[in-house]
Nanobody
Framework: EVQLQASGGGLVQAGGSLTLSCAASGLDFDEYAIGWFRQAPGKEREGVASISSRHGRIYYADSVKGRFTISSDNAKNMVYLQMNSLKPEDTAVYFC???????????????????????WGKGTQVTVSS
């Protein structure tokens, strides 16, 4: 069974930092691009960031570029999202998501609402107060 377990969400003030973790299991870690989508009330789900260590590809949404950093620890099958300079607009449920590398179409898979993703984890809530 494939599992993508996200953790690390919480409540922070604007300008603060938070690190999300995604533990992947039940899949070949190297064969998937793994990243994050987020869903905020009243807004469309959007791709935030992703990483594919096999192909050396990293993606960031324009809204988080320069503030968020995605990284992976392949030995531990872990993906991390370091979030700095958080804004109230970053408030959302963050989902760890995986897509088979062969299916990934450059940034198109992430500039979407995530319909093409293969696996979804349960979300972790990030709340940024103003």
């Amino acid at each position: 069974e494939v599992q993508l377990q996200a953790s690390g969400g919480g409540l922070v003030q604007a300008g603060g930092s938070l690190t999300l973790s995604c533990a992947a299991s039940g899949l070949d870690f190297d064969e998937y691009a793994i990243g994050w989508f987020r869903q905020a009330p009243g807004k469309e789900r959007e791709g935030v960031a992703s990483i594919s260590s096999r192909h050396g590809r990293i993606y960031y949404a324009d809204s988080v570029k320069g503030r968020f950093t995605i990284s992976s620890d392949n030995a531990k099958n872990m993906v991390y999202l370091q979030m700095n300079s958080l804004k109230p607009e970053d408030t959302a449920v963050y989902f760890c998501v995986a897509v088979w590398v062969v299916k990934e179409q450059y940034s198109n898979s992430w500039k979407s609402t995530g319909a093409g993703m293969d696996y979804w984890g349960k979300g972790t809530q990030v709340t940024v107060s103003s």
